[in-house]
């Protein structure tokens, strides 16, 4: 806590920036590019040591020119110098939605193997500054907690052997972070399906249902009946007469992104509980 803080001149958190950013959070995601990813930038040939095209981010500039901002390349600044300008000015006037765009672009480029290093440093920004999201597998969702996104990482992270787990929670994760189109209904579906899908593998029967799985960690693996209970009251929550699954069918029932979101967590723990237990 700063000076300025401690004596209540400023607020000691600010509130959740969950449709914009402010200045603050603005430059520090666009430090975090300076000092993780552009700063190595290099020239291959000395005789032109400002030239894009004689350096190592060359492909880099172009990938972004074209896929991104889907620029003419014969527009591309010849200069490393005269690049940084033009994208500097592009993202201190973007929308907030579209600097995440931005941000999440580059992250999947991966360029020079920055990717890891470049979501844990904006995590950490994004988390400072209140940011209602953070990077989570590669994309920017509405998760505010460290141990939130371990925990859906860990689950899309799956074994070989639980692939049909992993590419459910990958559409969940998908549907629910899409910022043009989010789905938020069929991102329950998929995170539900993720447990079925945990539960016939663990019963190694394909007709079997979750309730036959728990009852397997229950008198085999020592789940706690509590724990049993509430995953199937949850369970049940979206199987009933008003519930996520019948809306699915019928459209009837409104989903938000935090019914969603609470879905994709609530789940990618119950599989990392469940498959750490039959594993234990």
């Not at 969603?260 to 237990?277: G, P, Y």
Request: glycine share 4%; aromatic share 10%.
């Amino acid at each position: 806590m700063s000076f300025s803080q401690r004596l209540g001149l400023i607020p000691t958190r600010k509130l959740a920036q969950v449709d914009s950013i402010d200045k603050e959070l603005e430059n520090s995601l666009w430090n975090v590019l300076l000092v993780h990813l552009f700063s190595r930038w290099r020239t291959t040939d000395r005789q032109y040591s400002d030239t894009i095209q004689k350096s190592n981010f060359r492909e880099f500039s172009e990938l972004l020119y074209a896929d991104f901002y889907k620029a003419s390349l014969d527009s591309l600044p010849s200069s490393w110098k005269g690049f940084k300008k033009v994208i500097r000015d592009s993202y201190f006037g973007m929308s907030w939605h579209r600097k995440y765009s931005f941000i999440e672009f580059i992250v999947k480029l991966n360029y020079k193997d920055t990717a890891l290093t470049l979501m844990e440093e904006f995590n950490r920004v994004l988390s400072r500054e209140n940011s209602a999201y953070l990077f989570v597998s590669g994309v920017l969702a509405p998760i505010t907690s460290k141990d939130e996104v371990d925990e859906v990482e860990k689950a899309i992270a799956s074994r070989d052997k639980y692939a049909g787990v992993r590419t459910h929670m990958q559409t969940a994760l998908g549907l629910l972070t899409d910022r043009e189109n989010p789905d938020y209904r069929n991102s329950i579906k998929e995170s539900i399906s993720a447990v079925e899908s945990l539960a016939k593998k663990l019963i190694g029967d394909d007709k079997a249902t979750l309730g036959q799985a728990l009852k397997t960690l229950e008198t085999k693996h020592g789940l706690h009946s509590s724990l049993k209970s509430a995953f199937m009251t949850l369970y049940g929550y979206t199987s009933d007469a008003g519930g996520i699954r019948h809306g699915l069918l019928d459209g009837d029932k409104p989903c938000t992104k935090a019914d969603a979101r609470f879905m994709l967590i609530c789940c990618s723990a119950f599989i990392n509980f469940a498959v750490d237990s039959m594993e234990d």
